[in-house]
């Protein structure tokens, strides 16, 4: 689990914005951004936390991934992919 976290801070560093969602948080990231790591973690992180939903979002607004839980897991989102600025 250390490892995924810290694996989780580094693919983290190019997000540019943390929006609330309903249910969690919307992390947008710097234009030309790989995603790859990114969805690679979201599979994991399902795999041994089922209660995370993770949606990877490329829209007008940009690259982004969606991180959401039951109401209970709240602060669970936040301490994975940090809380909406």
Known sequence: ??????A???ALKPVVD????DGGVRLTFAPGTPLAQVAD???AEHDCCMFFRFAVTVDH???AIEVTAPPEALALVHALVGAPS
């Open 41 to 43: 973690l979201a599979a």
């Open 8 to 10: 989780w801070r580094e």
């Open 18 to 21: 943390r929006t609330a969602i």
């Open 1 to 6: 689990m250390d490892g995924r976290l810290e």
């Open 61 to 63: 607004r940009g690259a």
